[in-house]
């Protein structure tokens, strides 16, 4: 993907075609994120917005909030993210935009779960429980697997940060559910994870530990990088209950080393934890 998007820039430039040239940047933002390279996300996206400026296009500079707001959550700027996210629920779905670059009710869907898991991430639960519904509420509405999935895994996030354990296991089986159903490969090591991670809350710690192993692989074998540090650091601390403490000790230096690289903050702690536990 990075190849072509490459030769895009290169065409794109050299035919001076503003248009795709916004559009282009989006998708290296976006790229930028999903490999984990969250300085190029941000750098990509303030690319599109100064375009959006310079050609007046608000469509274009809503978008570049997303991936700006994306690129924020991954290295733990939640505080920023969550109004940025904010902003982009608010008015993704304005008739003004006309749908452009993917201005609609499902990225209302996904940018409601993220503000949701920022807000979660930053302890404001009643919050983020009042945006958890509106997420639902939208996905309802739109009734899309991608966005049953992101709902999905927005309300358990929240339900296993509150320890209401079985009602988050209910809703991550059913993310996982809808990925499988939907064929829907990139949100499956997000859903295995995090029902990985209810498992091991709920005392299932072995199975947990398997569908994390399988998340983290999963997600390596597409290049899939974003909140890797996260998946490694939840499956560390699995491996540490189960009392593989070698093993649990090497995914966590894992996690730290990427979360490092990455200058993810949330994901660094995480690992510094399970660093920790596995003594």
């Not at 499956?235 to 990455?262: F, H, K, P, Y």
Request: glycine letters at 8%; charged letters at 25%.
């Amino acid at each position: 993907m990075r190849t072509r998007l490459d030769e895009a820039q290169a065409l794109a430039e050299r035919l001076a075609d503003i248009g795709r040239l916004g559009q282009l940047y989006i998708f290296q933002s976006h790229h930028a994120c999903l490999a984990g390279d969250y300085r190029e996300t941000i750098a990509a996206a303030e690319r599109a917005s100064a375009l959006a400026d310079m050609q007046n296009d608000p469509a274009l500079k809503l978008r570049a909030v997303f991936e700006r707001a994306l690129g924020e959550f991954g290295k733990g700027a939640l505080v920023a993210s969550a109004a940025g996210m904010a902003q982009v629920a608010d008015r993704a779905e304005d008739p003004a935009h006309g749908g452009r670059f993917g201005l609609d009710a499902p990225l209302a869907v996904v940018a409601l779960g993220y503000q949701m898991r920022a807000l979660t991430d930053l302890g404001q639960f009643d919050v983020a429980e009042r945006i958890a519904e509106a997420c639902t509420a939208r996905a309802v509405q739109v009734s899309r697997p991608f966005t049953s999935i992101f709902a999905s895994v927005a309300e358990g996030y929240l339900l296993l940060h509150r320890g209401i354990t079985a009602e988050a296991l209910s809703r991550f089986s059913a993310a996982v559910a809808w990925c499988d159903r939907a064929e829907a490969d990139l949100m499956r090591p997000v859903a295995l994870s995090f029902l990985g991670a209810a498992e091991v809350a709920s005392g299932r710690a072995t199975a947990g530990s398997e569908r994390l192993e399988l998340a983290v692989k999963t997600a390596a074998e597409m290049g899939f990088m974003f909140q890797q540090p996260l998946r490694l650091a939840l499956l560390a601390e699995a491996l540490s209950v189960i009392g593989r403490t070698e093993e649990a000790s090497q995914r966590a230096d894992e996690s730290r080393a990427l979360a490092a690289s990455q200058g993810d903050e949330i994901s660094l702690l995480a690992a510094r934890r399970a660093t920790a536990r596995a003594g």
